[in-house]
């Protein structure tokens, strides 16, 4: 499974962006799927979660209410619609896909795209 992130970008604090992760191989639309994130000098942290139905959603704390998590299986992608950005939203965003163990973990998942940059200014 191959994945690509998009639609990152420079926004000012309270703008709207909206990511998309676009996945490719034979069994890609029946993996659960997950957004990350890396700010600069800190470890990767677990952001939001989608299972293989579009349901089973879970967001972290720090962008509950703000993200929205969301798939559309016909096209193999996975999106990712970022409200009300603030400045620590600052990080470089990985999509990640099928997951054995615990979905918050890095380490739980097996397939990895090359993650797209989003700055937040104040």
């Known amino acids: 499974v191959q994945l690509q992130a998009s639609g990152g970008g420079l926004v000012q604090a309270g703008d709207s962006l909206r990511l998309s992760c676009a996945a490719s191989g034979p069994t890609s639309s029946n993996y659960a799927m997950a957004w990350f994130r890396q700010a600069p000098g800190k470890e990767r942290e677990f952001v939001a979660r989608v299972n293989w139905s579009g349901v089973g959603i879970i967001y972290a704390d720090s962008v509950k209410g703000r993200f929205t998590i969301s798939r559309d299986n016909a096209k193999n992608t996975v999106f990712l619609q970022m409200n009300s950005l603030k400045p620590e939203d600052t990080a470089v965003y990985y999509c990640?896909?099928?997951?054995?163990?615990?979905?918050?973990?890095?380490?739980?998942?097996?397939?990895w795209g090359q993650g797209t940059e989003v700055t937040v200014s104040s």
């Open positions: 990640a896909a099928h997951y054995r163990g615990t979905y918050y973990d890095v380490r739980s998942y097996e397939y």
